[in-house]
């Protein structure tokens, strides 16, 4: 079988081969030893040029690389002054990421827990949404206006508070109807906190360092939401979603009580760090 079998196999790829190679013209003279030559410098031509371009799309990557990390080593260096430094600056750092640590996993599971555990339908779903869409609209004029009555540490402490409260009695009840009327607090209690913890941050900063100090809350931002939402992830496909709704509830109280220990009064004048 091997004898016979191994001169049609030979046959069969000449004729394979004759058929997909490039149509010559008969009438055309073979190529010469120099346009070969020629040919096969321009192929040379082409792969430098394609080195080229290869090394150069490698070196911007590399440089775009290297400026990450040193903007992560700036705010990795202005971070551990800011904590050294203390004073109201590393409260209010404390007290976002804190919050960060605690919104970040409701956000995550948000979805899988009103379909799991609430057994909400698509269209319950969407009214709840847009229901605190609307209460966010109204909360947000109301705190714009009570903000200059209130002070930002009483605004944020209360946000906090109320936001936990909402979100942490929407878990413990795990009916959609009776809690949804709770979830109309997290609107002006959202707003409370954006408007409270962005006064505080600003007040706490100094001229020269509000810009890093805002980027370096951002990059914090970015850290946690990562990180909290893979362990949300995880977690819930673990003990459900329920669980993490009031945990996530609870956890508000942190950085509220940070905020009210230690600024019993309006007092957050920046420190340079």
Same mark, same amino acid.
């Given at each position: #079988?091997?004898?016979?079998?191994?001169? =049609?196999? *030979?046959?069969?790829?000449?004729?394979?081969?004759? =058929?997909?190679?490039?149509?010559?013209?008969?009438?055309?003279?073979?190529?010469?030893?120099?346009? $070969?030559?020629?040919?096969?410098?321009?192929?040379?031509?082409?792969?430098?040029?394609?080195?080229?371009?290869?090394?150069? $799309?490698?070196?911007?990557?590399?440089?775009?690389?290297?400026?990450?990390?040193?903007?992560?080593?700036?705010?990795?260096?202005?971070?551990?002054?800011?904590?050294?430094?203390?004073?109201?600056?590393? +409260?209010?750092?404390?007290?976002?990421?804190?919050? #960060?640590?605690?919104?970040?996993?409701?956000?995550?599971?948000?979805?899988?827990?009103?379909?799991?555990?609430?057994?909400?339908?698509?269209?319950?779903?969407?009214?709840?949404?847009?229901?605190?869409?609307?209460?966010?609209?109204?909360?947000? +004029?109301?705190?714009?206006?009570?903000?200059?009555?209130?002070?930002?540490?009483?605004?944020?402490?209360?946000? =906090?508070?109320?936001?936990?409260?909402?979100?942490?009695?929407?878990?413990?009840?795990?009916?959609?109807?009776?809690?949804?009327?709770?979830?109309?607090? +997290?609107?002006?209690?959202?707003?409370?906190?954006?408007?409270?913890?962005?006064?505080?941050?600003?007040? &706490?900063?100094?001229?020269?360092?509000?810009?890093?100090?805002?980027?370096? +809350?951002?990059?914090?931002?970015?850290?946690?939401?990562? &990180?909290?939402?893979?362990?949300?992830?995880?977690?819930?496909?673990?003990?459900?979603?329920?669980?993490?709704?009031?945990?996530?509830?609870?956890?508000?109280?942190?950085?509220?009580?940070?905020?009210? $220990?230690?600024?019993?009064?309006?007092?957050?004048?920046? *420190?340079?760090?």
């Amino acid at each position: #079988m091997t004898g016979p079998a191994r001169p =049609l196999r *030979k046959r069969l790829a000449t004729s394979l081969g004759s =058929l997909l190679e490039p149509a010559t013209d008969p009438r055309q003279p073979p190529p010469s030893a120099g346009t $070969r030559q020629d040919e096969l410098l321009a192929q040379v031509r082409q792969a430098l040029l394609n080195v080229g371009s290869t090394h150069r $799309r490698f070196s911007e990557q590399i440089a775009t690389g290297t400026m990450l990390a040193q903007q992560l080593r700036e705010q990795a260096a202005m971070a551990r002054r800011i904590v050294l430094a203390g004073g109201p600056l590393a +409260v209010a750092v404390g007290a976002f990421t804190l919050y #960060m640590v605690a919104e970040v996993p409701f956000s995550a599971i948000v979805p899988a827990f009103f379909t799991d555990s609430l057994h909400a339908s698509t269209e319950e779903f969407g009214f709840m949404l847009s229901l605190r869409g609307v209460a966010g609209i109204l909360g947000g +004029v109301l705190i714009v206006s009570a903000a200059r009555r209130i002070q930002a540490t009483a605004l944020l402490a209360g946000g =906090l508070l109320t936001y936990g409260f909402a979100i942490g009695v929407q878990g413990i009840i795990n009916s959609f109807w009776p809690g949804l009327w709770f979830l109309v607090l +997290v609107g002006p209690a959202a707003a409370a906190i954006q408007t409270g913890m962005n006064t505080l941050l600003q007040e &706490a900063s100094p001229d020269r360092e509000r810009g890093r100090v805002f980027a370096l +809350v951002g990059v914090l931002a970015g850290i946690v939401t990562i &990180a909290m939402s893979v362990s949300a992830g995880a977690l819930a496909d673990t003990i459900g979603t329920r669980p993490i709704v009031v945990a996530s509830g609870l956890l508000q109280i942190l950085p509220a009580m940070l905020i009210l $220990r230690r600024f019993p009064r309006q007092d957050v004048a920046p *420190k340079v760090v």
